[in-house]
């Protein structure tokens, strides 16, 4: 149900303008929302304890450039070998040492801030590396380079040269993963230390293994060339070394539905619909139907729609024959309409003037309406073009027709709600 306004035309002006300024702007002004974001990925910790440790040491490199700066080399000497293992150092360094934004980072840091400090105060020196020490040993969140896993098992083709040099370890370095090899294109086995299908070996040695690609449809190969084919892929057949494509649709490889034909591919086949006017089909169009569908016939060597209209087939009184595809269908002719299955003749309703829709209390606003325009007409004129007046007319005119045109909205609105 719309607001009603107040009967008083004043006031009625005051409720139009704060209704108006209260309304929302455009649609098309209105910003949109923003696209949902996928959640990130979270690192592994492995790779967030690298991150802090590799922070770390950046802030060492950063307090200790900062605190000598030349001049009195004995006295900064002395005041660097206090500052350089000093608390004051630590706690400059760990304040720095993660981004505001660094979740996970800010998380580590704080489950090991006690281990980071004994490193500082009592492990320096027996263990240098920080990101050995913390890392793997102390927090065994990572492993060594070339191994994998809780227990740090070394990747496929050995520590020193994962996956042969040619492939990525899954898990490397972390103790996660499964150590499978991600060979490069071209390799593949357990530890990518052959060639995969549609590749050959070009050079091979006790450390090194070149793969180049085979000619296109072949599997295996000796060389590049077209002849040099020893096994072709699918849909493709070996003969005098060189792979030719198999026609699957002149054989019985070819798996189409009955209303289907085929239409062979290199190395395979599609299966395309059949036209509409076929029953069964022998290639595309309806000049290759083995037998012509219901609602068409044989003419010449194509299946054509038969016009049913031309017979009569729509028994019912004041219905007409509209010719399909294949079909027909009966409608009721001009200025009729279907009505519980029989077609009747359309009533035209006589038209109707704007004001015999109106109720009694409608005519009366209205009425109200012209009088009170007249009033502010005669008004404007005996103020002699008075700008103040003319605002007030064009305020009040504006006022009387929202006023009006709000006494009829509900009606006008519940007609459009159900269709009429």
């Given at each position: ?7 008083d ?11 108006f300024?209260s ?7 209105q910003?949109?929302?923003?696209p949902?974001a996928s ?5 592994h910790?492995c ?5 802090l440790?590799d ?6 490199e950063?307090?200790?450039r ?9 006295w ?15 706690v400059?360094?760990l ?6 934004s ?15 400090e004994s ?5 320096q020196?027996e263990?240098?590396?920080l ?6 040993d102390s927090?065994k ?15 496929p083709g050995g ?5 042969g ?15 499978r ?5 071209g ?15 070009v ?6 293994l070149v ?8 599997a ?12 072709c ?9 060189k792979?030719?494509?198999?026609d699957e649709?002149?054989t019985e ?8 034909f085929?239409?062979n ?5 599609e ?8 029953l ?10 083995k037998k ?5 016939q044989?003419?010449?060597?194509k299946?054509?729609d ?6 009569e ?13 294949g ?8 200025g009729?309409?279907?009505i ?9 309703p ?9 109720t ?8 109200q ?18 700008l103040?007046?003319?605002?007030i007319?064009i ?16 009606r ?9």
């Amino acid at each position: 149900m719309a607001p009603r306004p107040p009967r008083d035309l004043v006031p009625a002006l005051v409720w139009g303008l704060s209704l108006f300024f209260s309304l929302p702007g455009p649609v098309w002004l209105q910003p949109s929302p923003p696209p949902q974001a996928s959640p990130p990925t979270q690192p592994h910790p492995c790779h967030t304890c690298r991150g802090l440790v590799d922070s770390f040491n950046k802030g060492l490199e950063r307090t200790i450039r900062d605190n000598f700066g030349g001049g009195n080399t004995a006295w900064e000497e002395e005041k660097l070998s206090k500052y350089k293992d000093s608390e004051t150092r630590l706690v400059e360094v760990l304040e720095n040492v993660c981004s505001k934004s660094d979740f996970e980072c800010h998380r580590l840091l704080e489950l090991s801030e006690e281990l980071v400090e004994s490193w500082w105060f009592h492990k320096q020196q027996e263990a240098p590396d920080l990101f050995q020490w913390l890392c793997s040993d102390s927090l065994k969140l990572c492993c060594p380079s070339g191994t994998f896993g809780p227990s740090c098992l070394p990747c496929p083709g050995g520590a020193e040269k994962p996956c042969g040099g040619y492939g990525h370890c899954e898990g490397e370095g972390t103790r996660g993963g499964s150590g499978r090899c991600d060979c490069q294109a071209g390799y593949g086995g357990e530890a990518c230390g052959q060639c995969s299908l549609g590749y050959f070996e070009v050079e091979r040695n006790a450390s090194h293994l070149v793969c180049s690609a085979c000619f296109g449809p072949c599997a295996r190969c000796s060389g590049p060339e077209e002849s040099n084919c020893l096994q072709c892929k699918r849909g493709w057949a070996l003969h005098h070394l060189k792979c030719v494509d198999i026609d699957e649709c002149g054989t019985e490889r070819a798996n189409c539905g009955a209303d289907q034909f085929c239409v062979n591919t290199e190395g395979s086949y599609e299966c395309r619909d059949c036209a509409k006017a076929c029953l069964g089909c022998m290639g595309a169009g309806p000049g290759r139907c083995k037998k012509c569908s219901p609602g068409y016939q044989q003419v010449g060597a194509k299946c054509l729609d038969v016009d049913e209209c031309e017979t009569e087939v729509c028994p019912g009184e004041n219905e007409q024959c509209e010719n399909t595809e294949g079909s027909y269908r009966c409608v009721c002719a001009e200025g009729y309409k279907q009505i519980e299955g029989i077609c009747v003749k359309e009533q035209i309703p006589e038209s109707a003037g704007f004001f015999s829709e109106m109720t009694e209390d409608e005519l009366v606003v209205l009425q109200q309406m012209f009088f009170g325009v007249i009033i502010c007409a005669l008004a404007t004129l005996a103020a002699k073009g008075d700008l103040v007046f003319t605002a007030i007319f064009i305020g009040a005119v504006a006022a009387m027709t929202g006023y009006w045109l709000s006494e009829r909205s509900d009606r006008v609105l519940e007609g459009f709600i159900k269709g009429r």
